[in-house]
């Protein structure tokens, strides 16, 4: 009886890895670590909660710096104007996000992020960032839309590599993608319809030039690709 048991729980257990590596086959391509030679585009992401007190030093190890302009319908961060303009003084080339939340409408929220972001030549195209659970994702389309309506050019989606999966995959247009995901895991993540070209790697890097923990990215594509990607 025992033998028969311990033989049931055995199938039951591989039909189970069979299953979740029938599910993960369309979100993986090949273990490929994250940080290789082969990625040469690096940058970090900011808000106000970053003390950044030498913008040089910053420089002299990142391509890009990704900012958070907007939250919302009404929030500005209160530092993104000035690292703004100091990005561009040093031609650092920038980013600039807005955090998605569920309490209002797409319209409102890219106003919100409209009247704050002026977009220029070699600037990163718009930037969505998309974390809550109870977000609509018709909502987020919506924004998407108008966002590339208004500026010209595909926005970026931000998302945890387990939220998209989640709530994103299947749901949102075509739309490239910013993922965080964990360089522990040694995979690159790939999906049917949104291309990953951003990599957050690392929520605690430390960065010459930038008081306490900053958040990693790299690009993963070689230069020519980036350039093509920057407003013209």
Not at 42 to 66: A, E, M, P
Not at 69 to 95: C, H, Q, V, Y
Request: proline share 3%.
């Amino acid at each position: 009886m025992k033998s028969k048991y311990w033989k049931l729980i055995s199938i039951g257990f591989i039909l189970v890895l069979v299953l979740i590596l029938f599910f993960y086959k369309n979100y993986f391509n090949s273990l490929v670590p994250f940080i290789s030679s082969n990625y040469k585009i690096r940058g970090i992401d900011i808000s106000h909660h970053n003390q950044v007190y030498d913008w040089d030093l910053v420089k002299s190890k990142n391509t890009f710096c990704i900012m958070k302009a907007t939250e919302g319908n009404k929030m500005n961060d209160p530092k993104f104007n000035n690292s703004w303009k100091i990005a561009k003084n040093i031609n650092l080339t920038r980013g600039a996000y807005h955090f998605f939340k569920s309490n209002s409408s797409a319209e409102l929220q890219f106003e919100n992020y409209r009247n704050s972001v002026k977009l220029t030549t070699n600037d990163m195209p718009p930037i969505l960032d998309v974390e809550d659970d109870n977000i609509d994702m018709d909502q987020v389309n919506k924004w998407l839309s108008l966002a590339e309506n208004y500026y010209g050019v595909k926005p970026i989606i931000y998302a945890s590599n387990n939220y998209y999966v989640r709530y994103m995959q299947g749901k949102v247009n075509n739309y490239p993608v910013w993922l965080y995901f964990n360089t522990r895991y040694k995979l690159r993540p790939k999906f049917e319809s949104n291309e990953v070209l951003f990599l957050q790697y690392s929520q605690h890097g430390k960065v010459n030039g930038i008081n306490g923990d900053v958040d990693l990215d790299l690009f993963l594509g070689d230069k020519e690709s980036f350039n093509k990607l920057l407003i013209k």
